[in-house]
Protein backbone atom coordinates (compact mmCIF):
# COMPACT_ATOMS: atom_id res chain seq x y z
CA UNK A 1 0.00 0.00 0.00
CA UNK A 2 1.15 3.68 -0.47
CA UNK A 3 0.01 6.08 1.74
CA UNK A 4 -0.33 9.67 1.19
CA UNK A 5 0.15 11.14 4.84
CA UNK A 6 -0.36 14.81 5.25
CA UNK A 7 1.95 16.93 7.97
CA UNK A 8 1.67 19.48 9.55
CA UNK A 9 1.92 23.17 7.60
CA UNK A 10 3.49 24.41 11.22
CA UNK A 11 1.83 23.59 14.03
CA UNK A 12 2.88 19.80 15.06
CA UNK A 13 0.24 19.74 17.20
CA UNK A 14 -1.94 19.59 13.99
CA UNK A 15 -0.86 15.59 12.92
CA UNK A 16 -3.95 13.52 12.96
CA UNK A 17 -3.73 10.19 15.26
CA UNK A 18 -4.00 8.21 11.61
CA UNK A 19 -1.03 10.07 10.44
CA UNK A 20 0.98 9.06 13.48
CA UNK A 21 -0.38 5.11 13.39
CA UNK A 22 0.85 4.76 9.77
CA UNK A 23 4.23 6.35 9.80
CA UNK A 24 5.00 4.23 12.49
CA UNK A 25 3.71 1.16 11.12
CA UNK A 26 5.07 1.11 7.76
CA UNK A 27 8.56 0.16 6.30
CA UNK A 28 9.53 3.46 4.73
CA UNK A 29 8.63 6.99 4.89
CA UNK A 30 9.90 9.02 1.72
CA UNK A 31 10.05 12.43 2.53
CA UNK A 32 10.93 15.37 0.83
CA UNK A 33 13.69 16.68 2.92
CA UNK A 34 14.49 14.19 5.42
CA UNK A 35 16.16 16.16 7.79
CA UNK A 36 12.86 18.38 7.98
CA UNK A 37 10.56 15.33 8.63
CA UNK A 38 12.93 13.63 11.55
CA UNK A 39 11.44 16.81 13.40
CA UNK A 40 8.72 15.28 13.13
CA UNK A 41 9.18 12.02 13.52
CA UNK A 42 11.22 12.55 16.64
CA UNK A 43 8.32 14.35 18.44
CA UNK A 44 5.89 11.89 17.63
CA UNK A 45 8.96 8.81 18.76
CA UNK A 46 8.45 7.50 15.27
CA UNK A 47 11.44 5.70 14.29
CA UNK A 48 10.41 4.19 10.79
CA UNK A 49 13.46 4.70 8.14
CA UNK A 50 13.03 7.36 6.05
CA UNK A 51 14.43 7.67 2.19
CA UNK A 52 14.62 11.40 0.20
CA UNK A 53 12.16 12.16 -2.46
CA UNK A 54 12.21 15.38 -3.98
CA UNK A 55 11.59 17.23 -7.40
CA UNK A 56 15.08 16.10 -8.62
CA UNK A 57 15.15 12.52 -7.90
CA UNK A 58 11.04 11.73 -8.34
CA UNK A 59 11.09 9.60 -11.08
CA UNK A 60 14.06 7.49 -10.69
CA UNK A 61 13.13 7.23 -6.77
CA UNK A 62 10.12 6.62 -7.97
CA UNK A 63 11.00 3.38 -9.67
CA UNK A 64 12.45 2.07 -6.01
CA UNK A 65 9.71 2.68 -4.30
CA UNK A 66 7.84 0.78 -7.02
CA UNK A 67 10.09 -2.38 -6.49
CA UNK A 68 9.28 -2.18 -2.44
CA UNK A 69 5.90 -1.89 -2.99
CA UNK A 70 5.89 -4.73 -5.99
CA UNK A 71 7.31 -6.87 -2.86
CA UNK A 72 4.58 -6.37 -0.93
CA UNK A 73 6.08 -3.48 1.58
CA UNK A 74 3.79 -0.41 2.87
CA UNK A 75 5.67 3.12 2.19
CA UNK A 76 4.36 6.75 3.17
CA UNK A 77 4.74 9.67 1.21
CA UNK A 78 4.98 12.84 3.03
CA UNK A 79 6.21 16.36 1.96
CA UNK A 80 8.00 18.96 4.30
CA UNK A 81 4.53 20.46 4.91
CA UNK A 82 0.73 19.55 4.16
CA UNK A 83 -0.54 17.32 1.20
CA UNK A 84 1.78 16.06 -0.83
CA UNK A 85 1.21 16.23 -4.52
CA UNK A 86 -0.20 19.83 -3.70
CA UNK A 87 2.54 22.05 -5.57
CA UNK A 88 4.97 19.44 -3.95
CA UNK A 89 6.55 16.19 -5.06
CA UNK A 90 4.10 13.06 -5.62
CA UNK A 91 2.35 13.31 -8.38
CA UNK A 92 4.88 10.84 -10.92
CA UNK A 93 4.68 8.07 -7.61
CA UNK A 94 0.65 7.78 -7.26
CA UNK A 95 0.57 7.37 -10.86
CA UNK A 96 2.92 5.42 -10.95
CA UNK A 97 1.69 3.13 -7.71
CA UNK A 98 -1.57 3.61 -9.90
CA UNK A 99 -0.53 2.08 -13.02
CA UNK A 100 1.26 -1.06 -11.35
CA UNK A 101 -2.21 -1.89 -9.33
CA UNK A 102 -0.54 -0.54 -5.96
CA UNK A 103 -3.45 0.75 -3.72
CA UNK A 104 -3.21 4.06 -2.78
CA UNK A 105 -4.67 5.23 0.55
CA UNK A 106 -4.94 9.10 1.78
CA UNK A 107 -4.36 9.97 5.48
CA UNK A 108 -5.97 13.40 4.83
CA UNK A 109 -4.93 16.26 7.00
CA UNK A 110 -3.69 19.78 5.98
CA UNK A 111 -3.09 22.26 3.20
CA UNK A 112 -2.48 25.64 3.07
CA UNK A 113 -4.16 26.66 0.09
CA UNK A 114 -7.80 25.11 1.82
CA UNK A 115 -6.84 26.37 5.19
CA UNK A 116 -5.93 30.01 4.31
CA UNK A 117 -8.99 29.83 1.81
CA UNK A 118 -11.98 28.82 5.22
CA UNK A 119 -10.19 32.27 6.43
CA UNK A 120 -10.34 34.31 3.81
CA UNK A 121 -13.91 35.70 3.99
CA UNK A 122 -13.68 35.44 0.27
CA UNK A 123 -16.08 33.29 -1.67
CA UNK A 124 -15.40 29.60 -1.58
CA UNK A 125 -18.17 28.33 -3.66
CA UNK A 126 -15.80 27.96 -6.43
CA UNK A 127 -12.05 28.86 -6.79
CA UNK A 128 -9.14 27.79 -8.87
CA UNK A 129 -5.38 26.81 -7.15
CA UNK A 130 -2.47 27.64 -8.94
CA UNK A 131 0.43 26.98 -7.10
CA UNK A 132 3.33 29.29 -7.70
CA UNK A 133 2.98 32.35 -10.49
CA UNK A 134 6.08 32.31 -12.26
CA UNK A 135 9.52 33.82 -10.83
CA UNK A 136 9.85 36.52 -13.85
CA UNK A 137 7.56 39.25 -13.85
CA UNK A 138 6.82 39.23 -17.26
CA UNK A 139 5.32 35.96 -17.58
CA UNK A 140 3.71 36.39 -13.77
CA UNK A 141 2.01 39.66 -15.78
CA UNK A 142 1.31 37.19 -18.76
CA UNK A 143 -0.05 34.38 -16.33
CA UNK A 144 -2.35 37.21 -13.93
CA UNK A 145 -4.10 38.65 -17.60
CA UNK A 146 -5.73 35.38 -18.32
CA UNK A 147 -7.68 35.83 -14.97
CA UNK A 148 -9.13 38.98 -16.00
CA UNK A 149 -12.07 37.71 -16.52
CA UNK A 150 -12.60 35.25 -13.81
CA UNK A 151 -15.28 34.58 -11.15
CA UNK A 152 -13.87 32.31 -9.07
CA UNK A 153 -11.50 32.87 -6.20
CA UNK A 154 -7.58 32.32 -6.97
CA UNK A 155 -5.61 31.06 -4.80
CA UNK A 156 -1.48 31.36 -5.08
CA UNK A 157 2.02 30.12 -3.17
CA UNK A 158 4.27 33.04 -3.13
CA UNK A 159 7.51 33.26 -1.16
CA UNK A 160 8.60 35.95 0.65
CA UNK A 161 11.18 37.14 -1.25
CA UNK A 162 8.56 37.58 -4.22
CA UNK A 163 5.80 39.01 -2.78
CA UNK A 164 6.28 42.43 -3.33
CA UNK A 165 6.90 42.12 -6.90
CA UNK A 166 3.79 39.74 -6.75
CA UNK A 167 1.48 42.20 -5.18
CA UNK A 168 2.81 45.23 -7.75
CA UNK A 169 2.03 42.89 -10.89
CA UNK A 170 -1.39 42.11 -9.39
CA UNK A 171 -2.07 46.05 -8.42
CA UNK A 172 -1.04 46.89 -12.30
CA UNK A 173 -2.69 43.89 -13.88
CA UNK A 174 -5.60 42.91 -11.88
CA UNK A 175 -6.70 46.60 -11.01
CA UNK A 176 -6.46 46.16 -7.77
CA UNK A 177 -8.46 43.16 -6.69
CA UNK A 178 -9.30 42.83 -3.37
CA UNK A 179 -6.22 39.97 -1.77
CA UNK A 180 -5.83 38.30 1.55
CA UNK A 181 -2.49 37.14 2.22
CA UNK A 182 -1.82 34.85 4.61
CA UNK A 183 1.15 33.82 6.33
CA UNK A 184 2.99 31.96 8.77
CA UNK A 185 -0.18 30.01 8.71
CA UNK A 186 -0.49 27.56 12.22
CA UNK A 187 2.18 29.17 13.60
CA UNK A 188 3.23 31.43 16.44
CA UNK A 189 3.42 34.87 13.91
CA UNK A 190 0.24 33.95 12.07
CA UNK A 191 -0.97 36.65 9.76
CA UNK A 192 -3.92 37.19 7.56
CA UNK A 193 -4.57 40.36 6.15
CA UNK A 194 -6.99 41.78 3.91
CA UNK A 195 -7.72 44.70 1.33
CA UNK A 196 -6.98 46.27 -1.81
CA UNK A 197 -3.73 44.79 -3.25
CA UNK A 198 -2.23 48.40 -3.40
CA UNK A 199 -2.60 48.25 0.71
CA UNK A 200 -1.25 44.90 1.31
CA UNK A 201 1.96 46.43 -1.03
CA UNK A 202 1.62 49.33 1.34
CA UNK A 203 1.88 47.20 4.40
CA UNK A 204 4.70 44.55 3.63
CA UNK A 205 6.85 47.37 2.04
CA UNK A 206 7.02 49.32 5.40
CA UNK A 207 6.92 45.30 7.50
CA UNK A 208 9.42 43.13 5.39
CA UNK A 209 7.63 40.35 4.81
CA UNK A 210 8.51 36.92 6.34
CA UNK A 211 7.53 33.21 6.04
CA UNK A 212 5.50 31.42 2.81
CA UNK A 213 3.02 33.11 2.50
CA UNK A 214 -1.06 32.26 0.28
CA UNK A 215 -2.48 34.34 -1.75
CA UNK A 216 -6.40 34.66 -2.37
CA UNK A 217 -7.87 37.48 -4.88
CA UNK A 218 -11.54 38.15 -5.56
CA UNK A 219 -12.08 40.04 -9.19
CA UNK A 220 -15.33 41.42 -7.51
CA UNK A 221 -16.65 39.49 -10.51
CA UNK A 222 -18.32 36.66 -8.19
CA UNK A 223 -22.07 37.34 -7.58
CA UNK A 224 -21.19 35.97 -3.66
CA UNK A 225 -18.70 38.90 -3.35
Given at each position: MLYIVSTPIGNLKDMTFRAVETLKTVSLIAAEDTRHTKILLDHYGITTTTTSYYDQNERVKSQHILSLLKDGKDVALVSDAGTPGISDPGFVLVRLA????????????????????????????????????????????????????????????????????????????????????????????????????????????????????????????????
Open positions: QENGIPVCVVPGACAAVAALSASGLPSHAFIFEGFLPVKSAARRKKLETFKEESRTLIFYESPYRILKTLEDIVDVLENPTIVCAREITKKFEEIKKGPAQDLLKHFTAHPPKGEFVLLLSTGRSSNA
